[in-house]
């Protein structure tokens, strides 16, 4: 046993000699080999933060295409609403219109019968007219311009209120 220790440390010099090199060579194989691994993988992550870049950027360009084809719906509506509305009051405007015209056509005096202390043919101005000297006609035509406000009055505040929720609308859009 002793003689195969001694042949053993008697080789060693040689084999150390011999292992040093060796095993350079063979770290300096690994270290190659673990740098060119590691370049490699350098070039997979660039490749693919390229490849993620592109498709960001698609998506980010149709993303914005759809949010102009949303502005342009909401615009075109809001352009609808605004014709819904300017037709509506010129058709309001006009039955106004009409309506006074019709007020101001009506003769200006008229004879009252509901005083007993004046002659029936006695005629009075509409001028600072009391309420029993208002014909019913004229009585009529107030109930009836006033119902007509009312009406006009609410449709105002209704448009007004869907131009404003449009509007809040395409705001919200191109803030977004």
Not at 121 to 144: C, K, P
Request: hydrophobic letters at 40%; proline letters at 2%; one cysteine or more.
């Amino acid at each position: 046993m002793f003689t195969k220790i001694f042949t053993f440390i008697r080789f060693l010099p040689t084999a150390i000699k011999l292992g040093v090199p060796i095993a350079t060579l063979v770290l300096g194989l690994v270290f190659s080999a673990w740098v060119w691994h590691k370049k490699e993988i350098e070039i997979a992550l660039i490749e693919q933060r390229q490849i993620l870049i592109e498709q960001h950027n698609l998506e980010l360009i149709r993303v914005n295409n759809q949010k102009q084809a949303i502005e342009q719906s909401l615009r075109e509506e809001i352009l609808a609403n605004e014709r819904t509305k300017n037709e509506e009051i010129r058709r309001i405007n006009a039955r106004h219109n009409s309506i006074v015209a019709g007020l101001r056509d009506r003769p200006i005096e008229r004879q009252t019968t509901t005083d007993n202390s004046r002659d029936s043919t006695e005629t009075a101005t509409t001028a600072g007219a009391t309420g029993l000297q208002l014909s019913a006609l004229d009585a009529e035509v107030v109930v009836r311009f006033s119902r007509d406000t009312a009406e006009l009055q609410s449709e105002l505040i209704a448009c007004m209120r869907d131009f404003e929720d449009v509007r809040l609308l395409l705001n919200q859009s191109r803030k977004q």
